[in-house]
């Protein structure tokens, strides 16, 4: 149990365009996730967290106009990268925590979306 | 501050025994993670403390000291799979989860 998907695995774009990522509990609701950014040989670097139904909370230095975040249902979450530059190529990971009330800390995480701008 | 201290690379033989450490010192304490990330791929849960002692699970082992803020993630038997990183983390007060920067660690055979 507890599985998270993302989609795409990878993607490659041009400089300025948009691209979504999908993330997605297959078998458990996620009252919360979480979207991670981790450079090569970094950890990872949490940039926002989303409620379903609420607006997602960022963290410092993450610019919400360019890092979109949905977060319409409870197994459904989407980062829109907007005007992606190169400085935005990074692994992108999703992570979901179950409603049930004690597991809130845990997180499962999704495989990962690796973007690459060109 | 919060912070998390890890060794940032560790080496070890295939077969032998190695202990992770992790201190940290953050506002509040909700519970201490380990997790595994193989390069390339997103982490997977290894353990959960939130209670002093020694949580065994197979061959990993995670160990928790609240008052002196460490803990250490045991790993025996390594097999040639076990190289990856492996992150601590903790949950503040504000239930805000601190990340350390990983421990990569070379398994040899």
């Known amino acids: 149990g507890a599985v998270v998907s993302q989609h795409p695995s990878w993607v490659i774009c041009k400089s300025g365009t948009s691209v979504k990522i999908e993330c997605r509990s297959l078998?458990?609701?996620?009252?919360?996730m979480f979207w991670y950014r981790q450079f090569p040989k970094q950890s990872l670097m949490l940039m926002a967290t989303?409620?379903?139904?609420?607006?997602?909370?960022?963290e410092q230095g993450v610019e919400k106009d360019k890092f979109l975040i949905n977060h319409a249902s409870l197994t459904l979450s989407t980062l829109t990268v907007t005007s992606a530059h190169p400085e935005d190529s990074s692994f992108y990971i999703c992570?979901?925590?179950?409603?049930?009330?004690?597991?809130?800390?845990?997180?499962?995480f999704g495989p990962g979306t690796r973007l690459t701008v060109t | 501050g919060q912070n998390i201290d890890q060794p940032t690379e560790m080496t070890a033989t295939e077969g032998a025994i190695v202990q992770i450490n992790c201190t940290y010192q953050?506002?509040?304490?909700?519970?201490l993670f380990w997790y595994q990330q193989h390069a390339g791929e997103a982490p997977t849960f290894l353990s959960y403390?939130?209670l002093d002692g020694l949580e065994e699970k197979g061959r990993f082992s995670s160990f928790l000291s609240r008052s002196k803020g460490y803990s250490y993630l045991l790993l025996k038997e390594l097999q040639m799979k076990d190289s990856a990183s492996y992150l601590c983390?903790?949950?503040?007060?504000?239930?805000?989860?601190?990340w350390g920067a990983g421990t990569k660690l070379i398994i040899k055979p």
């Open positions: 992570s979901a925590s179950p409603l049930l009330a004690g597991d809130y800390y845990e997180q499962y």
């Open positions: 078998d458990f609701q996620a009252t919360t």
């Open positions: 989303s409620n379903e139904g609420s607006k997602a909370t960022y």
């Open positions: 953050t506002s509040g304490f909700n519970g």
């Open positions: 403390n939130v």
């Open positions: 983390a903790v949950i503040d007060s504000n239930y805000q989860l601190i």
